[in-house]
């Protein structure tokens, strides 16, 4: 295991209690990140996702 990740997952660890990180953007192409729980449920209706 590469010496940042381990680092990473130590540090994450102290902070939090847990050792994984999930890593997901939530955007249509062209539009900022999704930051809100509004934009989400929005953005969801908009692309007719299932």
Not at 3 to 13: H, P, Q, S, V, Y
Not at 21 to 33: H, M, Q, T, W, Y
Not at 34 to 41: D, L, Q
């Amino acid at each position: 295991m590469p010496i940042l990740e381990t680092a990473t997952n130590f540090e994450l660890e102290k902070r939090t209690g847990s050792r994984m990180l999930a890593n997901a953007s939530f955007n249509v192409r062209g539009e900022p990140i999704i930051c809100s729980p509004e934009t989400v449920y929005l953005t969801f209706v908009k692309t007719g996702m299932d």
